[in-house]
């Protein structure tokens, strides 16, 4: 962000300026997530909003970025369902880069799951994953966000192999805000990995002493019928 501040924006071409403002609305809303304090939550979270207006204002009209920083203000304005409607229209695009496809598809996800559409949050935010590694791209967000996700749903083995992924590329690219993100969630999918394999332990554990139980019963009772045999004889 200080590196940014340094640059003198009305000396940029008009494509790169709304590139520029774009970087500074990620770097304020990151900042936002990052600082959980409120004063200062709202102060990043609204520098964020005007450059992204920014941003649009300055991009050609119905390309990837105008869409995504329009679709950014929809979502502040809880226009969900416009903003779902106009990020479809861009996944319709055949010429759309696998990189764009994933940072609209994991947009998409982010909606449905602020909607409550649970199965198409899923579907999305995987094909944002696929995309990501398709393009050779190290992003974790819908990573993130997918092995949270699963872990509510109960699905603790896959969101638990997300969720390590997620957290290789976060401390290979020192990605602190990523990291924050991981160390929420990370704890609680390994206790309940761990309290799975205990439970399986303690389970084996069990059937183990049923069939012991089980052949020394059919052992003793092959001793008495042997005894009895050997008595009518």
Same mark, same amino acid.
Do not use: W
């Given at each position: =962000?200080?590196?940014l !501040?340094t640059?003198?924006p ?12 774009n970087?500074?609305a #990620? ?5 936002a ?12 979270? %609204? ?5 992204f207006d +920014?941003?649009?204002q300055?991009?050609p009209?119905?390309t990837?970025l +105008?869409?995504?920083?329009n679709v950014?203000?929809? #979502?502040?304005?809880g226009?969900?369902d416009?903003? +779902?409607n106009a990020?479809?229209?861009? =996944? ?6 696998l990189?764009?496809s994933?940072i609209?598809?994991?947009?998409? *996800?982010?909606?449905?799951l !602020?909607?409550?559409?649970i ?5 999305f935010?995987? #094909?944002a994953i696929? %995309?990501d590694?398709?393009s050779s ?6 990573i993130i966000?997918?092995?949270?996700? /699963?872990?509510?749903l109960g699905d ?17 690219? *020192?990605?602190?805000l #990523?990291?924050? !993100?991981?160390?929420?969630? /990370?704890?609680?999918?390994e ?12 389970? =084996?554990?069990r059937?183990?002493?049923?069939v +012991?139980a ?6 003793i009772l ?10 009518l004889?």
């Amino acid at each position: =962000l200080d590196t940014l !501040q340094t640059i003198h924006p009305n000396n940029l071409p008009e494509p790169v300026r709304a590139q520029y403002y774009n970087l500074l609305a #990620r770097c304020y809303q990151e900042m936002a997530e990052l600082i959980n304090i409120p004063f200062y939550n709202d102060k990043y979270r %609204n520098l964020s909003n005007l450059f992204f207006d +920014s941003a649009a204002q300055l991009s050609p009209k119905k390309t990837v970025l +105008s869409t995504t920083m329009n679709v950014v203000l929809m #979502r502040e304005k809880g226009e969900l369902d416009k903003a +779902s409607n106009a990020l479809r229209r861009i =996944l319709k695009n055949p010429n759309i880069s696998l990189h764009d496809s994933a940072i609209v598809n994991s947009t998409l *996800g982010e909606i449905f799951l !602020q909607k409550n559409e649970i199965d198409s949050a899923i579907i999305f935010l995987a #094909r944002a994953i696929e %995309n990501d590694i398709k393009s050779s791209t190290k992003e974790t967000a819908a990573i993130i966000i997918l092995a949270n996700l /699963l872990f509510e749903l109960g699905d603790i083995k896959n969101a638990s192999t997300l969720i390590r992924k997620a957290n290789e590329e976060a401390v290979f690219y *020192g990605t602190r805000l #990523r990291k924050i !993100q991981i160390a929420a969630i /990370l704890p609680f999918i390994e206790e309940e990995v761990i309290n799975e394999i205990e439970e399986q332990k303690q389970l =084996l554990l069990r059937r183990s002493l049923i069939v +012991s139980a089980l052949l020394i019963a059919v052992f003793i009772l092959m001793i008495i019928v042997y005894r009895q045999l050997v008595k009518l004889r």
